[in-house]
């Protein structure tokens, strides 16, 4: 006679099924799964915190050297920063401010281009 629980072992209702073997693999797919979700979103709001910090840091600087600029009332313009691209803004009293605020801002180091929207009065 045949014996049918060693053909048909997940039938065999005599032995309990272990729930180390059912869980396991449920419990490593869910550690994978969080982990590489929690480490992609680390990484990319590292990132982006990274390059909020270093805009800041230029327009700081750009801001410093529109200051330091002689005759230039650096109070009204206004300073923005995208990936090495400063953009000016507001209003100065004659065009050779304007002019002047452009280089200032070029000089600094990092910037790629400056946008100058500033306008005279």
């Not at 801001?63 to 230039?72: F, H, R, S, T, Y």
Request: with cysteine; aromatic share 4%; net charge positive.
């Amino acid at each position: 006679m045949i014996n049918r629980s060693s053909m048909y072992p997940l039938m065999d209702r005599s032995r309990k099924p272990s729930c180390r073997n059912l869980w396991c693999p449920i419990a490593f797919v869910c550690v994978l799964f969080i982990t590489f979700n929690a480490a992609g979103c680390g990484t990319h709001l590292g990132a982006d915190a990274e390059v909020s910090d270093r805009n800041e840091q230029m327009a700081a600087e750009v801001k410093l050297a529109l200051v330091q600029e002689a005759g230039l009332n650096a109070a009204p313009i206004d300073v923005k920063v995208q990936n090495g691209v400063v953009t000016l803004g507001g209003f100065v009293e004659k065009e050779s401010h304007r002019q002047a605020a452009e280089r200032a801002a070029g000089r600094v180091g990092g910037v790629q281009s400056v946008i100058n929207h500033l306008q005279v009065k």
